[in-house]
């Protein structure tokens, strides 16, 4: 019989970074999160889709790709896409050059939306988060997320 391990306890220090992280995290993102929803009508998931799209050169992905950035399945991104097309902020096209491709495109609709909302979620996201931490805190956060993303295999989002 093969002795089991003893468990790598965490340390004190360890300890608290984890608990801050487990307390920390879930409150930060829903404080943001109802922000999002209450100043714009939007959910997290509408947001991160029509930030994606209005970062790109004519507002338009391939849904596959769109769906690999986002690190989301076809089928989510899909549900998600039918939800704001009923909203009229995107709408889907075949790929002119590609009969079995499609791409999501925004509307004008969806272009006058992230306009609107991003002025608003980026002042959550500074009073949230940014503007409590000072520059190292910042930069050190942007390394831990570097390393926990590569590790996950995480991409960065547009």
Known sequence: MTPVPEPRWLTESERDAWYAWRRTF????AGIARDLSQDSGLSEADYDVLSVLGSTDGHRMRISALAELMQWSRSRLSHQLTRMEQRGIVRREEVATDGRGAEVVLTETGVATIT?????????????????LTPEQLRTLAEVGEVLGARTGARRKA
């Open 116 to 132: 609107d909302a991003a002025p608003l979620h980026v002042e959550s996201v500074r009073r949230h988060l940014i503007d409590l």
């Open 26 to 29: 879930p409150l930060v993102n």
